[in-house]
């Protein structure tokens, strides 16, 4: 059963566009939802997180938007920029207690970027 | 450079045969984390050590095992190979009372049983 669901396998966006990745969840103990970005032959690289007591965090070009009653998380990138061009994790991050943060992953989305 | 160093890169096996992994982790951090990334797959958390001690377990076989020395740098042994057990492997690690989950991954290993 998977608890992070990411349903789209790939996205293609024009560069300079904005480029929108979309994750769903079903167990609503997380606490925290990440986005993990990845290269190719690399191990993936934080990009940008939110608490659940939040509904958007912003760092520069990138937004993560939760909406908690629909279980939805979405991660807005604009402009989109070739380099951009990745595999996108969505995560979560369940406190099972005595400080234990294990990730659950999606399966990942995987962005292109056409300058 | 995310500071986690895993070795080996690639490693090649036979069924049946046993390898062992080995992550470093960043300075200072006190935990690490092991996940499994086969064909297609998102990562599926393995085991969680803490400055020594098992922490947390996720979808860990019974022919794995994994172990953190006094140095903080961890080995994930898996013995028994079978060519399902073919995948990368992933190390991160984390700082202490990181609340936000945050981990910070090596560049993996990739296994492949033949």
């Known amino acids: 059963d998977q608890q992070v669901k990411q349903n789209s396998p790939s996205l293609s966006v024009q560069e300079g566009r904005i480029s929108i990745l979309n994750c769903d969840y079903t167990?609503?103990?997380?606490?925290?939802f990440l986005w993990y970005k990845k290269y190719p032959a690399e191990g993936p690289t934080f990009l940008i997180s939110?608490?659940?007591?939040?509904d958007k965090n912003e760092d520069g070009r990138f937004t993560v938007f939760l909406n908690k009653s629909a279980k939805h998380l979405s991660l807005h990138i604009v402009p989109s920029q070739p380099g951009d061009s990745a595999v996108y994790f969505c995560?979560?991050?369940?406190?099972?207690?005595?400080?234990?943060?294990?990730?659950?992953f999606g399966k990942g989305t995987k962005l292109s970027v056409i300058p | 450079d995310s500071g986690v160093t895993q070795t080996p890169k690639h490693l090649i096996t036979a069924t049946g045969q046993r390898v062992t992994l080995r992550c470093s982790p960043r300075?200072?951090?006190?935990?690490v984390y092991w996940y499994q990334q086969s064909l297609d797959q998102g990562l599926q958390f393995l085991i969680q050590?803490?400055?020594?001690?098992?922490?947390a377990k996720g979808n860990i076989l019974e022919r794995f095992s994994a172990q953190q020395f006094p140095d903080l740098h961890s080995e994930l042994n898996l013995s028994s190979l079978e060519l399902g057990d073919s995948a990368l492997y992933f190390c991160?690690?984390?700082?202490?009372?990181?609340?936000?989950?945050?981990?910070?991954f090596g560049p993996g290993t990739r296994l492949t049983v033949l």
């Open positions: 939110i608490s659940s007591i939040k």
């Open positions: 991160a690690s984390s700082p202490t009372g990181m609340g936000s989950g945050e981990q910070f």
């Open positions: 995560a979560a991050s369940d406190n099972s207690g005595a400080g234990s943060y294990q990730l659950t």
């Open positions: 300075s200072g951090d006190l935990s």
């Open positions: 167990n609503s103990m997380f606490d925290y």
């Open positions: 050590y803490y400055n020594g001690e098992e922490r």
